[in-house]
């Protein structure tokens, strides 16, 4: 099922304590990366807990346009896979949505092959700059038409063989690391990627899980040098994907603001490249109990019990930006419920988001009457934690899934209800996201 044109308002109001015990959906960049990799391998690779959000869906699609066969029995995904070198040209564009991680990662994945492919998306996903993967595509051999800027409409043609390159991603991003390395699994020779400081590493992780000869040294500066042999073989994997930790943040901080709050959110992914915001809450004060801590498929997961707590505002250090690039709008409503000022600097990279982040977010505050002041790379917030004369204003969220989930958890703590102008994007990402946080004792319309 995919997004309707059709928006839907919807409205928080303040909330007695949340209470109970939930799953959040499975990760986001792992479930993208399971369908891609399953479908480039040769073999079947199993998949449970995959998100069934809107975004992987049409990586799921394009999959199968490109020559892969998914099917679903019970609760476990299978994808047969075409083999390495093996992806088939399509007839018709590949529609990503609003899906930048599906769109940019499938262009790695087949921009280097001997065919045209064609990428479209929607209108927040068309004012996205897709240059940060076309570059080093363009290095390799790749000829690119693109609409002005570097947008979407993209047509892709690889050469007849691809050059082998060694890349130094310019700006923090997984996804561009990851682009690279998947147009050099379809590359001869060694492809290098140099990131100045660790991004989320699932590629390289589950790239090495499938079979590829893939190797990382990590420099004495933290610089991470990623060489991968192309050409490889990859084989069908088990897959389990552990629950979101960029999704379980909306509930965790909605216990945190809410008192009297006590919730368990079980099976959260807890890979050290995705738990920035964790580690900030508590610095904040956060009252947050990891459980019963194991792994699943290679990563660290665990249940997380959550209790209200008295937030107080921090400076977020900057080097942490990576590990919880996803997370600012939802750290911003922590941020807006805790004493004192909370800085975040070094964020220049969420102007780049399904919305520009900086903006979609400092405009949502101000319209809850939240004092903040945004930068070209930073915001400061003033909290207000009694939630005293906080509220009463209308969102706009600009089709990003992440800004419409964290105001309406803002509406369930303070004074006055917060209205989003549109709710249907957050099927992108976490489907379940209303019926859960209802079931905690959310009230929502
Ligand atoms: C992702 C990387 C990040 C993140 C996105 C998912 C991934 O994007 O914001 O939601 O799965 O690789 P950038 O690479 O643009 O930072």
Request: glycine share 12%; proline share 4%; net charge neutral.
């Amino acid at each position: 099922m995919l997004v309707s044109d059709t928006k839907k308002s919807i409205i928080a109001f303040r909330s007695h304590a949340l209470q109970g015990s939930i799953s959040v959906p499975g990760d986001k960049s792992i479930s993208h990366r399971s369908f891609m990799f399953g479908a480039l391998a040769s073999g079947k690779t199993h998949i449970t807990g995959l998100l069934e959000g809107e975004d992987v869906l049409r990586t799921g699609k394009a999959m199968q346009a490109m020559g892969a066969v998914l099917s679903k029995a019970h609760d476990t995904w299978i994808v047969q896979g075409v083999g390495n070198g093996c992806l088939l040209q399509t007839d018709q564009p590949l529609d990503f949505g609003n899906a930048g991680t599906g769109a940019r990662l499938t262009m790695g994945l087949v921009g280097t092959y001997d065919m045209e492919t064609a990428f479209i998306g929607d209108s927040s996903l068309s004012n996205r700059p897709m240059g940060r993967v076309l570059i080093p595509l363009r290095l390799m051999g790749t000829q690119v038409t693109a609409a002005k800027g570097d947008r979407l409409p993209v047509i892709l043609r690889g050469p007849r063989v691809a050059a082998p390159i060694t890349y130094r991603v310019p700006m923090a991003s997984a996804q561009v690391k990851s682009s690279v390395l998947l147009a050099g699994m379809n590359t001869p020779g060694i492809t290098t990627v140099i990131e100045s400081s660790i991004t989320r590493d699932h590629t390289e992780k589950m790239l090495h899980g499938f079979g590829a000869e893939i190797d990382v040294e990590t420099a004495a500066s933290g610089a991470r040098i990623i060489r991968l042999v192309g050409q490889g073989n990859l084989k069908g994997q088990i897959i389990h994907v552990p629950g979101d930790p960029s999704s379980a943040a909306f509930p965790l901080v909605a216990a945190l603001i809410v008192p009297g709050s006590d919730i368990m959110i079980h099976n959260v992914l807890m890979n050290p490249t995705r738990t920035g915001l964790f580690l900030t809450l508590q610095e904040m004060g956060a009252d947050i109990t990891f459980l019963n801590k194991r792994k699943t498929s290679g990563e660290d997961v665990a249940d997380l019990r959550v209790r209200s707590s008295a937030l107080r505002g921090i400076h977020v250090p900057s080097e942490r930006v990576p590990s919880m690039i996803d997370e600012y709008p939802i750290l911003s409503i922590a941020a807006a419920l805790a004493e004192g000022r909370t800085i975040m600097t070094g964020i220049g990279e969420l102007r780049f988001k399904e919305s520009d982040r900086l903006s979609s977010v400092s405009n949502g505050l101000k319209a809850n009457n939240i004092p903040c002041t945004e930068g070209s790379d930073s915001l400061v917030i003033e909290g207000c934690p009694s939630g005293k004369g906080i509220g009463g204003g209308i969102v706009s969220t600009c089709l990003d899934h992440r800004l419409a989930m964290s105001f309406l958890i803002l509406g369930l703590a303070v004074e006055n209800r917060v209205t989003v102008d549109d709710g249907t994007m957050i099927r992108t990402s976490f489907p379940q996201f209303t019926t859960l946080m209802e079931g905690l004792g959310a009230t929502f319309v």
